[in-house]
């Protein structure tokens, strides 16, 4: 059973999963960061050692959780010379776990967004999406992620990427979106805040059922005229009028308009 871990980043993900799984009874032998700052604070609130040298990983450890950007990640799995029989886990969406060569790699991917000063109250409500390269990995890593969240997933790595892609235009196409309604409602002087109950209301019908029953609007009514008439309002700024553009178009084709 993973008993001692130690964890390679500390942003926002190191931060989050470390401090839970500090909470769960795991003990964290030591945060290895390039960021002293952000390194040696998550070392001290998870009682750890801080390094920022690899070497001075220590080896005690039963898994390692690679937390850092996907480049650093495979860069340092590559560099890392520990013992073979370890676990090594990445928190990636986006990449492999062959970027560890030892016989016991693993992936656990939150399917979550994290930020460092964003408190999550609900990691029971989490998904961890698990891939590892043998049986007996598996278990001891599902165990891991059972102390983070109940909601485990076994997802292969092609499964993983096209969930990462789901996700993108879930939350950060949608994100972006509502970012652009701002943008363009202040420039406008008009209170922001006017989007509030029309995003609840959006929202709630989303989680309620399907959104391909929930579409409204222009597009999905085949109203081109309208739809031509907000392109050339929105002519100054090119980028918005594209992305509108390009959103309409792909409803007109969801629903054959
Ligand atoms: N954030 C999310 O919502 C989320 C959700 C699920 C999965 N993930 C995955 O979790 C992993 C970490 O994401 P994150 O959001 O926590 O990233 P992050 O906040 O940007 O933190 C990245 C960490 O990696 C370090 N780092 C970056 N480049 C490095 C390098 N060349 N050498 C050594 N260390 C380096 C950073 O150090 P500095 O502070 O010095 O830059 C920092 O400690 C990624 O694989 C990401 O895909 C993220």
Redesign the pocket.
Known sequence: MIKHISIL??????YHIARKLRAEGLIVDCVF???HI??QSLADGVNAVFTDELFQIPSKSDAYLF???????A??AGQINMPDDKIYI??????PKEIFKQKNAAVM????????DVKIDNFNEIPICIEASNADTFHEVRCLSEKISPLTYELSFEQRKILHIAGVFAANFMNHSVCLAQKLLQENNVPINILTPLLKQSFAKILAGAAYSSQTGPAVRGDRKIIDSHIDMLASDENLANVYKVLSESILKTYNK
């Not at 980043?9 to 190191?14: L, P």
């Not at 990445?90 to 990449?95: A, D, F, I, R, V």
């Not at 991917?109 to 460092?116: A, E, G, H, M, V």
């Open positions: 980043g500390s942003g926002n993900v190191a960061s390039r960021n952000t390194g937390m850092m950007s996907d480049e650093a990640n860069s340092i990445h928190t990636s969406g986006s990449l991917y939150p399917f979550q967004t994290f930020s460092r």
